[in-house]
């Protein structure tokens, strides 16, 4: 569970839309000087994203909830790759939860950020995290997973570091990945053992054709805790400390 301070509520949704669109309208059309005014929603649920866009690029971004609109400027330069939701029934209210996971990339494309808003509706609760994203092999591989309900897989930049003699690898190389699912304290690492049998024979696969010793070795520690996680236990302690979430913000309300 994470829970951030509140804080006071941001400016009225209808003054930001409204500076919004003036800025789009006195900047040019979006043929003209590619400004464009993007709003994501979630269909049942009081959550929307609203993103002022420049040439694909996002200029600024906020996130409107009942509880008010909050700013999201870690997006900035950033544009949307990737819209996933899960509406899975967490409480006891009988209405679908929400965990939406949307993926944004730099420029460059090699970095990145996921944006993970979470919603429960028996109570309304909200919660938003972000967590650092890169390219990695996992992009190149034909990885076909079948991911319940309610499950999200978050991909981490880097494999982590399970000895001394490993350096702290990005980029074209396998990493660890993590189910995150919703509960009633929020979202979080959740082990889905069904997922983990299906990575872990990836793995295996990937590291007997490593010709690289040390990137091997590490290989075959991560497809080891895949194999724990399979079981539904917990991981190493170098794979638990690579799980870096920055909590944003909770908010709840009548």
């Known amino acids: 569970m994470f829970l951030c301070p509140l804080s006071p509520p941001g400016r009225g949704f209808s003054l930001l839309l ?10 040019g059309t979006p043929a003209q000087g590619g400004t464009n005014l993007h709003i994501l929603s979630a269909p049942g649920h009081p959550l929307s994203i609203l993103l002022d866009e420049r040439d694909g690029l996002i200029r600024s971004a906020y996130l409107r909830s009942p509880a008010g609109t909050e700013p999201l400027d870690s997006l900035k330069g950033h544009r949307l790759v990737r ?13 679908p939860d929400l965990l939406w996971q949307l993926s944004f990339a730099q420029d460059d494309a090699k970095r990145g950020v996921d944006l993970w808003i979470a919603y429960l509706s028996g109570r309304p609760r909200l919660w938003v995290a972000e967590s650092p994203t890169a390219a990695t092999l996992w992009d190149a591989l034909s990885l076909n997973v079948d991911i319940p309900e309610g499950t999200a897989l978050y991909v981490s930049p880097a494999l982590p570091r399970y000895s001394d003699e490993e350096p702290t690898r ?9 189910t995150v699912g919703l509960t009633p304290d929020g979202p979080g690492f959740t082990i889905v053992p069904a997922i983990y049998r299906q990575l872990q024979e990836i793995t295996l696969l990937v590291a ?11 290989y075959d520690s991560l ?5 724990t996680m399979s079981k539904g236990q917990h991981p190493s302690a170098e794979a638990l400390s690579s799980f870096t979430w920055k909590k944003l913000l909770y908010r709840e309300w009548p």
């Open 18 to 27: 409204f500076a919004l669109l003036f800025s789009v309208l006195s900047e």
């Open 83 to 95: 819209d996933h939701r899960s509406t899975p029934y967490i409480d006891a209210d009988w209405k």
């Open 170 to 178: 990005e980029g074209r190389t396998l990493s660890f990945i993590y």
């Open 208 to 218: 007997q054709a490593e010709g690289d010793e040390v990137l091997r070795r590490g």
């Open 223 to 227: 497809a080891k805790d895949f194999g």
